[in-house]
């Protein structure tokens, strides 16, 4: 069955760095779009970052561009979002998201997500 496995989440002062790290399993990863999203108490869940099947395109939320990083390695199934000159207002959980082959634009499955708290 297809899981997905976040990791990497903690506490971190603002201006910090963390990374994200999700592993995939029981799904062909290499032919799947891979994305993350994140979601705090009482809002829905916001788009962060895509990675096409080869990682040559690569799309960011607007409140996330310039700072964060996402890649893919096929060879451990991997992806991973470098978060940079982190602020307060990223403090949510992230979530991993496996997108849709008929539309890559929406998720078909998710991981559990993983805390992420950035202190002022």
């Known amino acids: 069955q297809v899981q997905l496995t976040e990791s990497g989440g903690g506490l971190v002062q603002a201006g910090g760095s963390l990374t994200l790290s999700c592993a995939a399993s029981g799904f062909a990863f290499s032919f799947y779009v891979m994305g993350w999203f994140r979601q705090t108490a009482g809002k829905e869940r916001e788009f962060v970052a895509t990675?096409?099947?080869?990682?040559?395109?690569?799309n960011y939320g607007d409140s996330v561009k310039g700072r964060f990083t996402i890649s893919r390695d096929d060879a451990k199934n991997t992806v991973n979002l470098q978060m940079n000159s982190l602020k307060p207002e990223d403090t949510a959980i992230y979530y991993c998201?496996?997108?849709?082959?008929?539309?890559?634009?929406?998720?078909?499955?998710w991981g559990q997500g993983t805390q992420v708290t950035v202190s002022p």
């Open positions: 998201a496996r997108m849709s082959i008929l539309n890559m634009k929406s998720p078909d499955y």
């Open positions: 990675i096409s099947r080869s990682g040559g395109s690569i």
